[in-house]
């Protein structure tokens, strides 16, 4: 029982771990044009 559990576990932060990278790669990439935005404007 505690295997299954920690199995799943190990699974739901597999795949937690691709979203929160996926989501902080797209925050990434937008902070990093309003950046590059604001440099073009100053």
Do not use: A, M, P
């Amino acid at each position: 029982f505690k295997d299954q559990y920690y199995e799943r576990w190990l699974r739901w932060g597999i795949t937690n771990y691709r979203k929160v990278l996926g989501i902080v790669s797209v925050i990434f990439l937008v902070s990093f044009c309003l950046v590059s935005l604001l440099l073009d404007i100053g």
